[in-house]
């Protein structure tokens, strides 16, 4: 997880993120939320959470990552890899799809969910904005690939969401 301090202006404004074991990443925001990562070749559409009520356990509520992008190109997409990335400690990998499906231009994938609880996910109960950081690798037939990073903010107000409450504030 990344903390973050930006400002609401409707202008363009550049933030480089310190990341562990290489230099810093450049993230591009417009009115306080990152923008999409995007290159000539791939469009990140999508890299956030998703909450509803546990399937096993049905009084408590499970989040899951969501993960998605948009093709610009044709070449054939053999691999795609998703890390998080942290300041004091190396990547943890996401998910690797050695065999993935694009239909549409599209590629999306779902995480397994986890129970909301103090010991999972510590930073839900924090009153302050969360980041999270994620580099995407794609690889083309080709042998070209791309490297894209994409930011995750959590709000206060998505937090509320993510826990059930209606009352967002």
């Given amino acids: 997880m990344t903390t973050i301090s930006i400002s609401a202006f409707s202008q363009d404004q550049r933030i480089k993120l310190p990341v562990f074991g290489q230099d810093k990443i450049e993230i591009v925001f417009n009115n306080g939320l990152p923008l999409p990562a995007e290159d000539k070749n791939i469009k990140i559409e999508v890299a956030g959470l998703g909450a509803g009520a ?3 356990e049905p009084t408590k509520r499970s989040i899951f990552w ?4 948009t093709q610009k190109n044709d ?3 053999t691999r795609i890899q998703i890390e998080e990335l942290f300041q004091g400690k190396p990547a943890r990998l996401v998910i690797v799809d ?3 499906e694009i239909k549409n231009k599209q590629w999306s994938w779902s ?5 909301i609880s103090n010991e999972t996910t510590p930073w839900l109960y924090d009153s302050k904005t969360s980041g999270f950081l994620f580099r995407f690798t794609i690889q083309f037939e080709n042998g070209n690939q791309t490297i894209l ?3 995750s903010v959590i709000s206060p107000q998505a937090k509320k969401y993510l826990f059930g409450s209606t009352e967002i504030k």
């Fill in 66 to 69: 969501i993960f998605g992008f």
């Fill in 54 to 56: 546990d399937k096993t």
């Fill in 149 to 151: 990073h994409q930011l």
């Fill in 98 to 100: 050695g065999m993935p």
């Fill in 75 to 77: 070449s054939k997409v």
């Fill in 111 to 115: 995480g397994e969910k986890l129970i």
